[in-house]
């Protein structure tokens, strides 16, 4: 009889579970709430509640009070922690104790540069065209350097961050159709004269292969010192000078 009972409230149940009805109507608005400066809610601006007397009533004047400042640091020349400029704590002997104190020992010195070798690089943006010739200013180039130094020409075309192809000028690729020569004034200007490979097209156009042009100075003094040589042919490869154009340059090196 138990499970007869019980079977017959479960279909009671079911029989009586219909549908959701309609949403209902929407509730009325709750009061508006108070500003964190309204001390007395009263809903006023009143003096008081201006807390850091700006003249305004924002949550600024909501902000708690500042905390206690913290236990002061130790200098940081005071090794020992014990608060005193101990003798041996005024590490440059300057008679001070100050941040100059806490400086590390000077490092090693880096390798001496080579003042007989210099470099300019050009942007090709920045040159003016003017029917086969690209125009770049280089002031540098007054005529006392030009007169002092040997001036090696290079341009490049960057291939990707870590690879780029160079070209020594005079110079041309047969794969561009395109030969390239160096004019000088004494005025800084350098013109790139461009022709087709076998020259018997004086205009055939930029390319827009190339992005830099650079300029490589060696004083000619420093030629004839062959102890300096090793330092200027070191140079000349970090300026980003070729190996395989460097043959080229053995004439100002006197090599055997």
């Known amino acids: 009889?138990?499970?007869?009972?019980?079977?017959?409230?479960?279909?009671?149940?079911?029989?009586?579970?219909?549908?959701?009805?309609?949403?209902?109507?929407?509730?009325?608005?709750g009061e508006n709430g108070y500003h964190c400066w309204d001390l007395n809610l009263n809903g006023i601006n009143d003096q008081s509640e201006d807390v850091n007397e700006d003249g305004t009533w924002n949550?600024?004047?909501?902000?708690?009070?500042?905390?206690?400042?913290?236990?002061?640091g130790i200098n940081c020349w005071d090794l020992d922690g014990d608060w005193f400029n101990d003798e041996d704590e005024d590490i440059n002997s300057d008679g001070q104790w100050n941040a100059?104190?806490?400086?590390?020992?000077?490092?090693?010195?880096?390798?001496?540069?080579?003042?007989?070798v210099q470099k300019i690089v050009l942007d090709f943006d920045d040159a003016y065209y003017n029917e086969n010739t690209a125009l770049f200013l280089a002031p540098e180039l007054y005529l006392e350097v030009m007169q002092t130094h040997v001036l090696i020409f290079t341009l490049e075309n960057v291939q990707n961050?870590?690879?780029?192809?160079?070209?020594?000028?005079?110079?041309?690729?047969?794969?561009?159709?395109?030969?390239?020569?160096?004019?000088?004034?004494?005025?800084g200007g350098v013109h790139i004269i461009v022709s087709n490979f076998d020259g018997t097209n004086s205009n055939p156009g930029w390319t827009g292969t190339w992005e830099f042009l650079h300029v490589t100075l060696i004083k000619i003094s420093a030629l004839n010192d062959k102890n300096g040589l090793p330092a200027i042919k070191a140079s000349l490869k970090k300026s980003g000078i070729d190996v395989h154009d460097f043959d080229a340059l053995a004439p100002y090196f006197d090599d055997e």
């Open 161 to 187: 961050v870590n690879y780029s192809t160079f070209l020594a000028v005079p110079g041309g690729l047969s794969e561009i159709d395109r030969k390239y020569d160096v004019l000088l004034f004494s005025d």
């Open 100 to 116: 100059l104190d806490c400086q590390g020992k000077d490092g090693e010195n880096g390798e001496d540069g080579n003042a007989n």
């Open 59 to 72: 949550g600024l004047d909501c902000l708690g009070q500042d905390g206690l400042n913290g236990a002061n």
């Open 1 to 29: 009889m138990r499970i007869h009972w019980t079977w017959f409230l479960g279909i009671l149940l079911i029989s009586c579970s219909g549908e959701d009805g309609a949403l209902g109507p929407q509730g009325e608005p």
